[in-house]
């Protein structure tokens, strides 16, 4: 066993599996590198190389001594043109162009757009994106058979590409048939989180969590505009929010997406639930082993804004450059971390604790540390919450999180400053302080003379009934018993 040492950061990374990383060797070097998560993307593949790239993940665990979380992502509803008839045409700039709903292969003045849905939906006006936004239609008339647009940006459309429709909500479900199976599938693997796409309202979230069971954590991904518009309400419905840029930023203007991110991770983290920053953070290292300076700042804008993870997509899943990128962007947080306004920055979002004791503890744990000469804080949680709380708080110290359940482990791996550790559980006071020093020197997390925050809740095994906070001090005795 190769156990891994702390990370030296709080923010996570979460790295995207693909054809460049699924090999054993590969995940492990990703691990090695700065990964603290990885992203199965269930757009892509079969379920036979999805099970096996879980099987080498927890293999990984076992071998490092590490929780890894894993996210099985869903691809959700995909709204696509037909096909052409030669594969593509050629839409000039202000052209008139029907979409309808005859099957006959498209030409450049018309092509079939299968979704019935969609025809009593549209009025004039209204936008419809194709091929991410690379052409853009706007709706002169709709009826219940043909959507009458012109081409405010032209150019070539091929076969079956993507549809966007920023300006209205799709009455859709989040979850198709695909997703169904995927779900049954990722939750049969043991994932711990599972990433839902297409989220426009919160109702949508309500099938997954009934198909899930209880199973997992539930990520809903801020894609589309009218999610934003009740935002609040899925965070609530919600384990955590991933803010899905390179969507946002087809069916949004461009400029609009900084500050509707930045609003999105104050919100979630406001909540106390991880919000992950996903997509093109990255993008040059695909084809590059450097990234632009506008990537580096946008990274690092993520991780002074709070976020609890940091994403890498086609970076890791089909670049040249996997572990490169893995790398940097560990590079990239650590720098941050280390600047003197770091804390200052992560915390001008005013978390006010809710009355209630765990709140309070919890809000305590941040202001001990920052007064007196704390190493680490060290939580002992059955379900996590406990863990949950002190992140929300952005601590100055690493947290260390001792649990007796493997899931809430995993589950945590996401969270902002956590040391997931799976631990027999205590029934004693005495116990508790002893484990806890102990595990501290194990991690790596003090030193003799080093103090200790710890946090936890008596009875032990209550979940909670978070209500005690001690400061102890790692003596020689300790210290010789862990060296024996």
Request: proline fraction near 7%; include cysteine.
């Amino acid at each position: 066993m190769s156990k891994l040492q702390p990370r030296g950061r709080k923010v996570k990374i979460l790295a995207t599996i693909g054809p460049a990383s699924h090999d054993p060797e590969m995940l492990r070097r990703l691990l090695r590198a700065g990964a603290d998560a990885f992203r199965v993307n269930l757009s892509h593949g079969d379920h036979a190389g999805h099970a096996a790239v879980i099987h080498t993940i927890r293999s990984l665990e076992q071998e490092h001594a590490r929780p890894i979380a894993i996210l099985c992502d869903l691809q959700g509803p995909k709204l696509r043109v037909g096909r052409f008839v030669d594969g593509r045409a050629i839409l000039p700039h202000g052209s008139r162009f029907t979409l309808d709903r005859d099957p006959a292969p498209g030409t450049a003045q018309r092509v079939c757009l299968p979704h019935p849905e969609l025809f009593g939906l549209l009025h004039p006006g209204q936008r419809l994106l194709i091929n991410d936004g690379k052409i853009r239609l706007r709706v002169l008339s709709a009826t219940p058979d043909a959507i009458e647009c012109t081409a405010e940006v032209g150019g070539v459309i091929s076969d079956r590409k993507g549809v966007n429709v920023p300006d209205a909500e799709v009455p859709i479900p989040a979850l198709t048939d695909k997703d169904r199976r995927d779900l049954a599938f990722a939750i049969d693997q043991g994932a711990d989180w599972i990433g839902l796409s297409f989220v426009q309202r919160p109702e949508d979230l309500a099938e997954a969590r009934r198909l899930m069971g209880g199973r997992g954590f539930l990520c809903a991904k801020i894609e589309k505009p009218q999610a934003v518009q009740r935002l609040h309400e899925i965070i609530e419905l919600s384990d955590g929010i991933m803010v899905a840029r390179g969507d946002l930023g087809v069916e949004l203007n461009p400029e609009e997406v900084p500050p509707l991110q930045k609003k999105i991770v104050n919100a979630t983290r406001l909540s106390g639930k991880p919000v992950i920053v996903a997509t093109q953070m990255l993008e040059s290292m695909i084809e590059s082993p450097a990234p632009t300076r506008a990537e580096v700042s946008d990274v690092a804008n993520a991780v002074y804004d709070g976020a609890d993870v940091v994403m890498l997509s086609a970076e890791t899943a089909a670049g040249e450059w996997p572990e490169e990128a893995v790398l940097m962007m560990d590079a990239i947080a650590r720098q941050v971390e280390r600047d003197e306004a770091y804390r200052q920055r992560v915390r001008l979002l005013d978390t006010r604790p809710d009355p209630t004791t765990a709140d309070a503890l919890a809000h305590a744990c941040m202001t001990i540390a920052d007064t007196v000469n704390i190493t680490a804080i060290v939580v002992f949680t059955g379900s996590g919450s406990s863990a949950r709380r002190v992140a929300r708080e952005r601590p100055s110290v690493p947290m260390m999180v001792l649990t007796p359940s493997v899931t809430v482990a995993r589950r945590i791996a996401l969270l902002w400053g956590a040391h997931p550790v799976t631990t027999r559980d205590i029934g004693s006071f005495e116990e508790m302080i002893a484990k806890g020093k102990r595990m501290a020197l194990r991690h790596g997390f003090g030193a003799k003379g080093s103090k200790l925050l710890v946090l936890a809740g008596v009875p032990f095994g209550m979940p909670g009934a978070t209500n005690l906070l001690h400061v102890v001090t790692l003596t020689g005795e300790e210290l010789a018993e862990h060296e024996r």
